[in-house]
């Protein structure tokens, strides 16, 4: 492992998984406003969508109104004919047609509207998760150190869903809520005036609770999502790391993380539900007491004469219905707040700050870039780099390495090896130095240029889930098949892969343990031979294999060298004894240098490294 090693294998130091920036509980959404602003501001190119979804809203409202009204008008039909002793059917028989044919155009504007704003609402998902994808495409590796797998995977899963929910139903019920209550009020309004001033004593009533029981949910939904988060990261974790976990015996250490974890989102999910919970029946209770009221003052109307039944009925249906959209917002309102915290944490992410001239983004200010006209000379010019401000790993580094030759880098842990290739690619910006290939500053080539000079063979070996020829092609998508096996037979995995049920077309699973290690290195050093790039990096490229195919790859490692300047990091010296230029680091500097032999010769720290191995 490098001296820098993973972000994820240090996330466990001293703290549960995933717990990188996360809310304590009880605090709330940082930006709650602003973040629902943003939200909207994807609905804008939309608009006439959106617009369409309001009218069809407000015709559906409009049509289930009116219904009620006339329901009531056929109350009256009825009553009217008791008293009189005779019910005209016709007019009642009309009547009711009419009021079908109304709640049947209501459903069918209603039907319109949830079809548009479905297809919206995954229109919007879809820009978010792009943008969320291409964003992690130009982030700096930094990001990715401070960050578990299982956090960001959350936002991906559950924030983006908790969103696409919310579009879903949020805005054709606040739109529905705010119709109705226009409607209902002029009726009302139409049928008793008194009755209404009554009605309405309970929507302040209503809009306060909803207030205070906000106030105190809001947070605990943002830390509900952030601990989310922490227990997918944990989960994606402990999976992977399964076999490690059983060899040493952690089953029950990593269990009762895992329920520290479990038990923190438990308590913020409780809560936040709690008191959204309470939301629904403090509004229903506050609506009952105004129905009980309007019962027993059109009881009083009704026995005066000022009103009929049938507008009594339909006025307590309306009073009812009043109360429903109150419900309806605050169902909004708690959606809302959980819609709230999950778009903050994706539009977190999204605002990150990127590479310069990172993936995607306006390079034109670059060199020309021909990689066949280059000839691999790699200077270095006192280059300084810490990953924290106070702790440097590189202090003076300079070296310059000559086009097609081959320098090996070793030290001890920590000596700064890893991170001398890390530079060399801009996967981190120097602290003070200068870096420079065939007397150009790194900083003058786009990044996406830079990195094409170099192939790669790393220590940790990666493999999508594909084919093994999709793997090999990896870089080099447009290669043909043969060349495909002729990369294979160098790497001497084609004799391995013939014997496979499928040969190259063999599918490796999501963690490639169909494979062996050292068939997974086998396979990423073919990658790296049918790349044919100027520039090698090669990270202890055969520490996952056999001596014997440790020999069959150093063979061929040899021949891909040939005229290509190569960094072969190591720390079994026994594998680097042919390189041109050996340089010793320790502490961020270069020690000793020179050829196996001459550094033999010195008797200094490379000979005590060197010989340690047969102690």
């Not at 015709?59 to 009217?80: H, M, R, S, Y």
């Not at 291409?134 to 150190?145: I, T």
Request: hydrophobic share 40%; proline share 2%; net charge negative.
């Amino acid at each position: 492992m490098s001296e820098r090693g993973h972000g994820q294998n240090r996330k466990n130091q001293g703290r549960p998984a995933g717990r990188v920036g996360a809310m304590m509980p009880g605090e709330k959404a940082r930006n709650f406003g602003p973040t629902i602003k943003k939200l909207i501001g994807y609905l804008a190119e939309y608009k006439f969508r959106v617009i369409i979804v309001c009218l069809f809203a407000v015709l559906a409202t409009v049509g289930n109104t009116i219904g009620l009204a006339i329901l009531g008008n056929a109350t009256d039909i009825i009553v009217e004919g008791i008293r009189s002793g005779g019910v005209d059917f016709d007019r009642l028989f009309k009547v009711i047609l009419f009021l079908l044919g109304l709640f049947g155009g209501a459903w069918v504007f209603a039907y319109c509207q949830g079809f548009i704003m479905a297809k919206v609402s995954q229109m919007i998902i879809y820009k978010l998760r792009q943008q969320m994808s291409e964003k992690l495409d130009r982030l700096p590796l930094k990001y990715y150190d401070k960050k578990t797998h299982g956090e960001i995977q959350s936002r991906f899963v559950n924030d983006i869903e908790t969103i696409n929910q919310s579009l879903l139903n949020s805005i054709t019920q606040t739109i529905s809520s705010a119709a109705t209550v226009i409607c209902i009020l002029v009726m009302m309004i139409s049928i008793s005036p008194i009755m209404t001033v009554i009605a309405l004593l309970i929507l302040p009533a209503s809009m306060v609770i909803i207030r205070l029981v906000i106030k105190h949910s809001q947070g605990h939904f943002h830390d509900q999502q952030s601990y989310l988060g922490d227990v997918n990261g944990h989960v994606e974790e402990m999976y992977t790391g399964h076999t490690i976990i059983k060899a040493f015996g952690r089953e029950k250490i990593t269990a009762d993380e895992f329920d520290e974890i479990n038990d923190k989102l438990c308590e913020s999910a409780w809560k936040s539900q709690f008191y959204s919970g309470l939301m629904m029946p403090l509004t229903n209770f506050v609506g009952n007491l105004g129905y009980v009221a309007m019962c027993i003052l059109g009881g009083y109307l009704a026995f005066a004469g000022t009103i009929s039944i049938g507008n009594i009925q339909t006025f307590l249906l309306y009073v009812r219905n009043l109360n429903q959209p109150v419900q309806n917002v605050a169902n909004v309102m708690n959606l809302l707040q959980s819609t709230a915290a999950a778009a903050e944490r994706i539009f977190e992410l999204i605002e990150e700050d990127e590479e310069d001239d990172a993936f995607g983004t306006d390079s034109s200010d670059k060199i020309d870039f021909d990689v066949t006209t280059h000839k691999g000379e790699v200077s270095f010019r006192n280059v300084r780099f810490g990953y924290e401000a106070d702790s440097p790993v590189i202090r003076d580094f300079s070296y310059v390495a000559k086009p097609g030759s081959r320098v090996a880098i070793v030290g001890p842990t920590g000596a700064g090896k890893t991170t001398i290739v890390k530079l060399l690619m801009r996967y981190y910006e120097l602290d003070g130095g200068d870096i420079f290939i065939d007397d150009h500053d790194i900083v003058e080539y786009s990044r996406s240029d830079l990195r094409a000079l170099f192939g790669m063979v790393l220590q940790d070996a990666w493999l999508f889930s594909g084919s093994i020829k999709d793997n090999i092609k990896y870089g080099t998508p447009g290669a043909t098949d043969e060349e495909v096996i002729a990369a294979a037979k160098a790497a001497h995995i084609h004799h391995f892969i013939t014997t496979l049920p499928q040969s190259y077309d063999t599918l490796i699973n999501e963690e490639a343990t169909n494979i062996s290690q050292g068939q997974k290195q086998l396979l990423t050093i073919a990658r790296a031979m049918l790349a044919d790039n100027p520039i090698l990096i090669l990270d202890e490229a055969t520490s996952s294999v056999d001596t014997r195919t440790e020999r069959l790859i150093q063979s061929a490692m040899a021949r891909l060298m040939e005229g290509r300047t190569s960094f072969v990091i190591a720390h079994r010296l026994s594998t680097i004894k042919d390189a041109d230029h050996i340089l010793v680091m320790d502490n961020g500097d270069i020690v000793e240098q020179g050829s196996h032999t001459e550094l033999l010769a010195l008797d200094g720290y490379y000979a005590k490294l060197y010989n340690s191995q047969f102690e």
